[in-house]
């Protein structure tokens, strides 16, 4: 599947829709060259439909009997099996979804392999049934209980589906419960869910044609839901559907310290995790017996924790030892002396009592417990939370302690000129020792020199940690250029016209961007800067980021929905709030295709824009060499709508990425080594 062009089909699984799939079928063809119609036993079909699918050069499957839609779409994977094909994307032939929506998911699938794309609907129309939903929002929460991850839409039959993986897995439904096992399957199976905003069309009441049952599909989705949770916890491995190409997840039972690790990881928040534990802890203790999951899950669910870590922390308390403990516990209470007798007479005959010296004994433990298990997930989260930070960027490889000082006592004793020709006999090393600095800098100069090999790879590395380095230097002994406002009559401009009107400044790694910061002052504003703060004490204090005496201030963008918050407040006042558009951090992304590679983006800048209607001003700072001059650099600004119902999605944000990525993309091309794109997702 990883080679060439992918052979991807698209199916439409019928039952009684004679009035819309005729049309839905002509237009998916319209779209996509290959198309498959799977009738499902209907009996309303014209007698010449099949021909009509014939002459549209449509395939056409048809089954005399109804056996479900789950049936209906595993028959089309072992149709197209036998024609090789890789990816098969089902749509809906009531007309809820719309086939111009397809191009969406086939961008998608040809840049990535084990892909379930799911199309999640847009329900902010004011015609959506309102079982629909909460309908969805069950569906959600449930999905997230049995695999941890997160969809938009569980229930949309508008997705697609791996071939090979789908025939691989042993599913036990086949009518509409299909769509809930099959991702939840393929999720266990490390195939990648990933959401595609799309339409939908939900026509008046009467005039839509279901076949959905809602007591007898509500039961067996219910069911289905019921089996997965039970197969989530017992302790063994699901298959991996995706050939090799992901390492399996580990099993927390078989693996406890590292699956603990993983999930304390997956939480970028100490404070919200330690709670989930907590509360999973006191829940686990209480006298609950065969409620205990799914209580933890609701209670964490409502409470917006890791619903994850308060069920993964239960285990911690399974029987038969903390009931034992609890009802020990309740006895010394009661009597004061401890149960030493174990006979029928105390189990069985007085069960009554040792139930109510169960929960005595549990309402006792159970904060005792909840303070150790929540004391020591926030100590153990900060710890491994800061870890990660060190790791992820790459500044904490350069600029220590002793190299800072080396090059502060070069730069007084020979000046800045030559300390910055220094680098050049210093940032070898790091070119080929360093092993993180290659593999995070690789994917910028494979997408910059896609031609280039791996001893010219190596060298770009170099000529990269060489202009780092001297963008480092001159950041303490040079900079002194003046800010060039008159080159940029946009952003004055945006100034004068809007006084009481925030401005965001997206910034990036690129050059001696720290400089441009310390310029900004001359738009006459309050300057914040919403940046995560640096991991290298030594190096944050060269760049004067966050040294007090400096004009700009700092917005730790490691608190999530509060740094966001303080953003939106800053912006609020007519401040000019700075954001490093190519970092992600701990942040949600938009992908954008960068010199014709797919990359990631942090959304907070255009979520910002958008929610407090500030215009977005990119600049950039390169270094000119080799007169060591600063070249700024200003582009027009760049506004980004709120829709009307104030959700918005990644889609929307789309088009004004775009202008940001054809101005970085324009400075990449004319300095290749000042783009410090240094930063992995782990």
Known sequence: MTGGKKNIWCVIPVYNNAGTVGDIALRCRKQMPQVLVVDDGSTD????????MAEADIQYLRFEANRGKGAAILSAADFLSKREADYMITIDADGQHLPEDLPQFLKLLEKEDDLLLVGCRDFNAPEIPSGSRIGRKIANFWFLVETGKKCGDCQSGFRTYPVRALRKMKLLTRHYNF?????????????????????????????????????????????????????????????????????????????????????????????????????GTILAVLPLPGLHSLTIAYCCARLRLNVVMGLAIQNLFNPPFTPVLCVEVGHFLRHGTFLTEVSMQTLWHEIHLRAWEWLLGSLVLAPIFALLTGVGTFLTASALRRRRVRSKHLSATRGQHGGIAFFKIFTRIFGGRHACNFVWCVAWAYAVFDRRARRAALPYLKARFP???????????????????????????????????????????????????????????????????TELPGLERPIRLLEQPDANRQLHKLMNVAAPEQPVGLIAADRSLFSLLDGLEALSHGEVLCIMGDRIGNASVLHGEFLGRDFEFPASPWWLAARSNCAILPVFCALKLPRYELDFRFFPPIEVPNRLDGRMEAADFEPYLKEYIRALESMAREYPYQLFYFETRE
């Open 45 to 52: 079909l014209p007698t010449d439909f099949a021909g009509k």
């Open 179 to 279: 769509e809930t096992e099959v991702i939840t399957r393929g999720a266990w199976g490390h195939l990648k869910i990933q959401d595609v905003p799309i339409r939908v069309i939900y026509p008046e009441r009467g005039r839509r044609v279901s076949h959905f049952r809602p007591w007898l599909d509500n039961l067996r989705i219910s069911l289905i839901h019921t089996h997965l949770v039970g197969l989530r916890l017992l302790p063994f491995r699901q298959p991996d559907l995706t050939e090799g190409r992901y390492a399996p997840e580990l099993d927390f039972r078989r693996h406890p310290f590292l699956s603990m690790k993983k999930i304390l990881l997956a939480n970028p928040e100490p404070l919200p995790l330690a709670t989930a534990a907590a509360l």
């Open 451 to 517: 031609e280039a090999g791996a001893w010219k790879l190596t060298w770009h590395l170099y000529r990269l940690i060489v202009a780092q380095g001297q963008v480092l230097v001159l950041s303490r002994c040079g900079g002194q250029a003046v800010c060039p406002y008159d080159t940029w009559p946009e952003g004055v401009e945006y100034c004068r016209q809007h006084p009481e009107r925030g401005m965001i400044v997206l910034c990036t790694h690129f050059g001696a961007w720290q400089t441009a910061l």
